[in-house]
């Protein structure tokens, strides 16, 4: 029989990590959930941010608005059905649904002396009745609100005309709004807390179950001793294992990146339709900005699953570090002003930046790039560290 | 040859598995019999270089087990107690991918290893099947063909044949001996029968402790004279058990039958018998429980 002959560290590697790669490939079914729900990712990110944009833009397109005690003001109703606004007398229980949340609306009640203090200028008070903890009904109240607004306006103008004084006297100064953010960045005020937040968790979940069953796998299958009884070191050994699980990531990074391109056409937001615009460079620096991320995920989910006997066990250990990835980006919707530099220290929250970068056209600079790289690799080269010293551990057996 | 001097070995959690083991184990089949818990699997990891020994050396010919166990692992076959597998990969591919990582990196010369091995344990038809389907005796014989990549000069094989049916056994035990002939094997286990055909060389490990080392055919000679067998009604081996060292006891058509270590007959109706390895064992395992008994005892 051959001799066997001592292999360099890269054999070793290569070795390993091919067999873990087409293990990977072998189990089909899984392979084609993970990839899936990968590029099922973008589709229903952008479908449901823009259903809830759209709700909005349709509320202001229905121009409806429900009313009570409308006949008492002949005037204001006048006016606002010139501006094309239906009055709606409301249902019933109108106020008990309103209260309980079950109104997606508001009612403005208008009291029985409404003109006689109109005429008295005695300043009718006119109620607006929303419930704020609902999206739709404070959209509505906000309508209702600027249609009164404008009503108010109108009635002191036409007042003061009558009596001789300039309109243009209650305004002694015009505000003139300019808006410096460009499309992508007007857009990205409502995909930016979404979907960079979508990809990250989708390299974490996609990560989990290869780490888990690369490390404590082996171990509930009894699989790691007749491996480690071999001539491998065991960083080689480590070390494939991880370029499996960091391809996969990377791959799901990339994927989940791509899918939101085609999904662009489900938009249902005609303002988000207008300004969203993601292409394939887009999607591509999605993909490099998660590289580093996806190499230190893969590394800290196999450090925290390599102690656990079964895939059960590491799973509480790997909730914990999806837990913190999946929290941290929150830190910056917690900031209003510019995002500080140490932000590109912490990962996640580091690509998330990144991410945002790009959804608003911003131009990153190298140091930017760089910083996140650094620290996943570093992050990675102790993930790894620890794993390797644990496969060959009195603990592990 | 392996030679072990004082190797204890103690766990996170307190447990002695291991407590001042001297063995030395020449070319051959070796048998290591012990109970379950008498520390044997912990031995076979330690000299395999999966487990650092508390204390103690480990020497195979020029190798310091314990200093370099890289070097070990390139001449050892190692069948653990819980062969796992991978769930979709075949019968080929595995042996092959553990071919690579045993260092056979020339294709061809791996090729040549991997289809004789499997032709030699007799998986040869079975080879593009995934092993995870495999039956336990299919899945032992592919556990002996990945210890044999290499020609190991170290083979060891942990509690191989449990679970196997007396055909898929008897299959295992002639390969053993096959190629038991040129190199060291270790065989651990707690089938009695299985050390007296298989290995000119055993010990007995009790409780961390190696109790006896020697020829089985040597060391059951001491038991003869010694062996005595008695029919006793069933309820009676309590106190039988309080005046005779009984060494073995089971039930036959309604009686019990004891076997009893003593220098002359206990009694008239005590009738003289042969010993066996089994009974030197069990002679072995008895006298172990029964020290450890009376320290436990003294110390109350």
């Given at each position: 029989m051959n001799q066997p002959t001592q292999h360099s560290a890269l054999a070793q590697w290569l070795a390993v990590f091919l067999k873990e790669v087409k293990d990977a490939w072998r189990d089909r079914r899984t392979l084609r959930t993970v990839l899936l729900l990968s590029l099922v990712q973008g589709p229903v990110v952008l479908l449901l941010i823009s259903t809830l944009a759209s709700e909005k833009e349709n509320r202001i397109d229905k121009r409806e608005i429900y009313a009570q005690g409308m006949q008492y003001a002949p005037d204001l109703q006048n006016f606002i059905e010139r501006q094309a606004y239906t009055i709606k007398a409301p249902p019933a229980d109108a106020m008990d649904r309103l209260a309980a949340g079950q109104l997606e609306d508001a009612?403005?009640?208008?009291?029985?002396?409404?003109?006689?203090r109109l005429q008295a200028m005695e300043m009718p008070a006119v109620e607006i009745?929303?419930?704020?903890?609902?999206?739709?009904?404070?959209?509505?109240?906000?309508?209702?609100?600027?249609?009164?607004?404008?009503?108010?306006?109108?009635?002191?103008?036409?007042?003061?005309?009558?009596?001789?004084?300039?309109?243009?006297?209650l305004k002694p100064l015009e505000v003139q709004e300019r808006d410096m953010a460009n499309a992508n960045a007007r857009a990205a005020q409502l995909t930016g807390s979404m979907i960079p937040l979508y990809v990250l968790i989708a390299v974490l979940t996609g990560a989990m179950g290869a780490a888990m069953d690369t490390t404590a796998g082996e171990r509930e299958r009894s699989s790691l001793e007749p491996l480690m009884m071999n001539p491998v070191s065991p960083w080689a050994l480590a070390l494939g294992k991880w370029g499996a699980v960091a391809a996969l990531a990377a791959v799901i990074a990339l994927l989940t990146s791509l899918s939101f391109i085609p999904a662009?056409?489900?938009?249902?937001?005609?303002?988000?339709?207008?300004?969203?615009?993601?292409?394939?460079?887009?999607?591509?620096?999605?993909?490099?900005?998660?590289?580093?991320?996806?190499?230190?995920?893969?590394?800290?989910?196999?450090?925290?699953?390599?102690?656990?006997?079964?895939i059960k066990e590491a799973q509480a250990g790997n909730s914990l570090v999806l837990m913190v990835f999946m929290l941290l980006p929150l830190v910056s919707l917690l900031n209003d002003a510019a995002e500080p530099d140490w932000y590109y220290l912490v990962p996640s929250?580091?690509?998330?930046?990144?991410?945002?970068?790009?959804?608003?056209?911003?131009?990153?600079?190298?140091?930017?790039?760089?910083?996140?790289?650094?620290?996943?690799?570093?992050?990675?080269?102790?993930?790894?560290?620890?794993?390797?010293?644990?496969?060959?551990?009195?603990?592990?057996? | 040859m392996l030679e072990l001097r004082g190797l204890s070995h103690r766990y996170a959690n307190g447990t002695q598995a291991l407590d001042g083991v001297d063995l030395h184990i020449p070319t051959g089949m070796f048998g290591l019999l012990g109970p379950n818990g008498a520390g044997k699997s912990t031995l076979m990891r330690c000299i395999a270089s999966l487990q650092t020994p508390s204390e103690g050396s480990i020497r195979f010919g020029d190798i310091d087990v314990v200093r370099e166990p890289e070097k070990l692992r390139q001449v050892l076959g190692y069948l653990p107690q819980d062969f796992g597998v991978y769930p979709r990969i075949s019968a080929y591919d595995l042996l092959d991918h553990l071919a690579v990582l045993k260092g056979l990196t020339n294709r061809g010369a791996r090729k040549d290893t991997v289809e004789s091995l499997l032709a030699k344990v007799n998986l040869w038809d079975v080879r593009k099947k995934a092993v995870a389907g495999f039956s336990g005796g299919m899945r032992q014989r592919f556990g002996i063909a990945q210890a044999l990549i290499g020609n190991p000069k170290l083979i060891i094989v942990d509690e191989p044949t449990a679970g196997l049916d007396p055909e898929e056994r008897n299959r295992f035990n002639n390969l053993l001996v096959e190629i038991g002939e040129q190199v060291v094997v270790i065989?651990?286990?707690?089938?009695?029968?299985?050390?007296?055909?298989?290995?000119?060389?055993?010990?007995?490990?009790?409780?961390?402790?190696?109790?006896?080392?020697?020829?089985?055919?040597?060391?059951?000679?001491?038991?003869?004279?010694?062996?005595?067998?008695?029919?006793?009604?069933?309820?009676?081996?309590?106190?039988?058990?309080?005046?005779?060292?009984?060494?073995?006891?089971?039930?036959?058509?309604?009686?019990?039958?004891?076997?009893?270590?003593?220098?002359?007959?206990?009694?008239?109706?005590?009738?003289?018998?042969?010993?066996?390895?089994?009974?030197?064992?069990?002679s072995i395992v008895v006298g172990a429980r029964d020290s450890a008994d009376a320290a436990v005892a003294a110390t109350v």
């Open positions: 009612i403005v009640v208008v009291p029985a002396d409404f003109e006689q009745y929303a419930n704020s903890s609902s999206r739709g009904s404070g959209t509505a109240r906000d309508l209702a609100r600027n249609l009164l607004q404008s009503y108010a306006q109108e009635r002191v103008g036409l007042t003061l005309a009558l009596r001789g004084v300039a309109v243009a006297s662009q056409v489900l938009i249902r937001s005609d303002a988000l339709q207008a300004l969203f615009r993601y292409g394939l460079s887009d999607a591509v620096r999605f993909g490099l900005i998660c590289l580093p991320f996806a190499g230190a995920v893969a590394a800290l989910l196999m450090a925290s699953s390599i102690r656990g006997k079964s929250l580091a690509q998330q930046t990144l991410m945002l970068h790009v959804l608003r056209a911003e131009p990153i600079a190298l140091w930017q790039w760089l910083l996140p790289c650094g620290i996943g690799l570093l992050l990675t080269v102790v993930g790894l560290a620890y794993v390797g010293r644990a496969m060959r551990s009195n603990a592990v057996h | 065989l651990s286990t707690h089938i009695v029968d299985d050390v007296s055909d298989l290995c000119p060389q055993m010990a007995v490990m009790v409780g961390g402790r190696v109790l006896l080392q020697g020829a089985p055919d040597t060391l059951v000679q001491g038991l003869q004279g010694r062996v005595w067998r008695r029919e006793i009604a069933i309820g009676a081996l309590g106190e039988f058990r309080h005046a005779h060292k009984v060494i073995a006891h089971r039930l036959r058509a309604g009686k019990t039958v004891v076997h009893v270590l003593a220098d002359s007959a206990p009694d008239a109706q005590c009738v003289p018998m042969t010993g066996s390895l089994e009974d030197l064992y069990f």
